[in-house]
């Protein structure tokens, strides 16, 4: 069974080297050999969106979240965290 990460974003803010977030999630899930596969209702919750009229759309690493969650590796709260994060340094 695995175990949650513990996730210091701080930590990540304050390191010598200032890794992105990004290359800590595809590290994460690389580590666990964790790959972004869309499921049944992924593909479900996609299809609802576009009739709604939204375009959204993930990316691999918001994928990636989502597979460090499912997998019990990370906490909602930290999926949370680390998707804030992410956009954050993304849109910057």
Known sequence: MNTHVAIDLAKLE??????PVRDYIHELAAQNRLRCVPTKFDELADEITS????????????CLIIELQR???ISGTDATKLHARYLWERDV
Do not use: N
């Open 14 to 19: 304050t390191s010598a080297s200032k890794t």
């Open 71 to 73: 997998a019990a590796l």
């Open 51 to 62: 009739h709604a009229g939204d375009d959204i759309s993930l990316d691999e690493t918001e």
